[in-house]
């Protein structure tokens, strides 16, 4: 990077960023109680606290949201006039998965590679550890030229909406003329990205139920309806040939227009073995950023560990439905529902639970604020301009705000970059990225704060 005042107090700063981010790493902070205690949130939220508290941020308080879990918010006041920006981060997880496929302890940051590993390395407790950087060197370089509010969220990963419900029943809190949300990522490593639109999703549970019990498969096979057989048909409907996403009613053909996403680079990014074929049609830049995809992510049965030559009477699965912008999350959800009552075989009784929702989000490119972000990026970056993507995740919080503050602009930047191979075993974060990403924060609180005060 080029030499500047910021960009060098923020290299100051790593090693203690570093320390830090191995603090809140250690936090099991997955918001799932059937995963990780609840305590564990509970520490992670007052980690955060303190550290706002620490950097001279007043009416620090710990939200109670109606989801049962807390989000962080904290306010700094900056000069008379200056704009107001939220800064946007979430200390919850991912579960860890199969913690034997971890390298090293999940919990634990570890370096390696010149990277830093560990659960919510870079989704998103690094995203936490970016907004502080940028803030750290602006203090010491003249200071804060714009009031900051900071909100960290306690439940994103769930999608149980706490603080989206928290948000509209206090909407002055969140309030702000921009809004930066740390939780994308840069389309590669060294590459300066904004995120402009986001996936919507639906998460729900299926179930199947066929018979009163398990019956032995040598006496009743054959005539007794298996749930799971039913299970099995019903998710592969939702299939077509080619591995495309099929729900009844269901757009699924539109075309992206905008940074290319070549095939060999994403095969490479997504780990996809040699010979295996990718799933669906168009580019993989349709199938990621403009069209529904569909995931079974997990089934409820008779393990194979144990198993006994039975026909299962029950069976169940949880199923993410993701939803590009332009279709409407709950009525992509009412269409799931038909879909699988209509594919649902041999009259199995058939119930659901909806478990999350979100809408998609498309963000102002054009705004005054992309233009302070896209100068800050050039600063951080040298050599490279600011690039817009598409991320086929779902950030539910981004709608709500939207529409609760139509007037601000909403921006999206972050750690996720393909390598950080986030809600995967080995997540892991760019040092290199974290710095240079806050460095870009910091310039673009200066470049904005300019903008706005001429």
């Known amino acids: 990077m080029t030499a500047n ?26 918001a799932d109680v059937a995963v990780a205690p609840k305590s564990e949130c509970e520490a992670a939220a007052n980690w955060v606290a303190d550290a706002l508290r620490t950097e001279g941020f ?8 109606p989801d049962g879990t807390q989000s962080v918010y904290g306010f700094l006041p900056g000069p008379e006039g200056a704009p107001t920006v939220l800064l946007y981060a979430h200390y919850d997880v991912q579960p860890m998965l199969d913690e034997a496929a971890w390298i090293s302890p999940p919990f634990e940051l570890t370096e390696r590679n010149g990277r830093w590993y560990g659960r919510g390395a870079a989704d998103c407790k690094g995203g936490v550890i970016m907004h502080l950087l940028a803030l750290r060197a602006l203090k010491a370089n003249g200071g804060i030229p714009v009031s900051v509010k900071v909100i960290v969220e306690g439940s994103e990963e769930q999608g149980t ?26 389309f590669r490593v ?22 009163e019990g398990n019956l032995h498969s040598g006496q009743f096979g ?43 680079d994403f095969r490479k990014d997504a780990k996809v073995l040699d010979g295996v074929h990718l799933i669906g049609n168009g580019t993989v830049a349709d199938r990621i950023w403009a069209r ?7 089934i409820d049965c008779s393990p194979v560990a144990g198993a006994t030559p039975s026909v299962p009477a029950s069976a169940r699965a949880q199923i993410s439905l993701r939803v590009p912008p332009g279709q409407d999350a709950a009525e992509a959800t009412k269409l799931l529902f038909a879909h699988i009552e209509k594919h649902t075989p041999w009259g199995a009784r058939v119930s659901f639970e909806q478990v999350g929702q979100g809408q998609a989000f498309q963000a102002d490119t054009s705004s005054p604020a992309y233009t ?6 050039r600063i951080a970056y040298p050599g490279q301009e600011m690039q817009s993507s598409g991320m086929g995740g779902s950030i539910p919080l981004c709608n709500t705000l939207a529409a609760l503050y139509p007037e601000s602009e909403i921006l999206l930047i972050g750690l ?3 390598e950080a191979q986030i809600h995967a075993v080995n997540e892991s974060v760019s040092p290199e990225e974290l710095e240079r990403l806050s460095v870009a924060e910091a310039y673009f609180l200066v470049n904005y704060a300019q903008s706005k005060l001429g």
Request: proline content about 6%; charged content about 20%; aromatic content about 2%.
């Open 292 to 298: 529904p995809a569909v995931t079974v992510i997990g």
């Open 372 to 377: 302070s972000m896209a100068e800050a990026m």
């Open 5 to 30: 005042p910021i960009a060098e107090t923020i290299a100051s700063l790593m090693p203690r960023a570093q320390a830090e981010l191995a603090e809140l790493v250690a936090f099991q902070s997955v």
């Open 416 to 418: 996720s970059e393909p």
């Open 58 to 65: 007043q009416d620090v308080a710990l939200l109670d949201t």
């Open 222 to 264: 054959g005539a007794a309806p298996d749930a799971l057989a039913a299970l099995i048909r019903v998710l592969d409907s939702l299939r077509a040939e080619d591995g495309s996403t099929v729900v009844d009613g269901l757009a699924a053909d539109a075309d992206w227009d905008g940074l290319a996403y070549p095939e060999a």
């Open 190 to 211: 060294g590459l300066p990205t904004v995120t402009a639109t986001l996936r919507g999703m639906t998460m729900i549970r299926v179930t199947l139920d066929t018979l």
């Open 161 to 186: 909406g706490g603080l989206e419900r928290y948000a509209e029943a206090h909407p002055e809190l969140l309030a702000a003329d921009s809004i930066v949300i740390g939780d994308a990522g840069n």
